[in-house]
């Protein structure tokens, strides 16, 4: 074995420097999870105690009660809200459940579009930053 071939095979078996780049990035999408399941939360409340405040528009293909919004709402955000503070304590069962619940909590809010544009729209952005984040680099980062 040539001299490069030996020192590359013994770097490939070191440990990696983590990056602060990827731990920011790693901390901010759980700070974000947070957050995004706090709005979400309080989207699922505003819809199960004012059933007048969301208006939708008519004919829409997901059209469900304000009731049965408020209760996906609800238990959407508590979920990502409890991935979110795994995300920050560096749980690695937290990436996959991050990923998996940003994915379904972009989805819902896709479908919430007609009853309130902005607010959906905002947490589908914080979504997307949270699945980029947890995938790109997620595996830098080790507890």
């Known amino acids: 074995m040539t001299d490069q071939a030996a020192s590359e095979y013994r770097a490939a078996g070191e440990a990696q420097e ?3 780049w ?3 990035f790693i901390l901010f999408a759980g700070v974000v ?3 995004a ?3 979400q939360a309080f989207d699922g409340l505003v ?4 059933d007048e405040f969301f208006v939708a528009t ?3 293909f997901f059209r469900f009660d304000i009731t049965a ?3 996906i709402h609800l238990l959407m955000g508590v979920l990502v809200i409890l991935a979110g503070f795994g995300v920050i304590a560096g749980q690695t069962w937290a990436r996959v459940v991050g990923i998996t619940m940003a994915v379904l909590s972009a989805l819902a809010n896709f479908a919430f579009i007609p009853y ?6 905002t947490i589908i952005a914080l979504d997307v930053f949270v699945i980029w984040a947890l995938a790109a680099h997620g595996r830098d980062v080790k507890v």
């Open 58 to 60: 008519r004919n829409y």
């Open 18 to 20: 983590t990056s602060g």
């Open 37 to 39: 399941g706090i709005f």
């Open 116 to 121: 309130y544009p902005f607010w959906a729209l």
């Open 69 to 71: 919004w408020g209760w």
């Open 47 to 50: 819809a199960l105690f004012n």
């Open 33 to 35: 999870m947070v957050t």
């Open 22 to 24: 990827a731990v920011g």
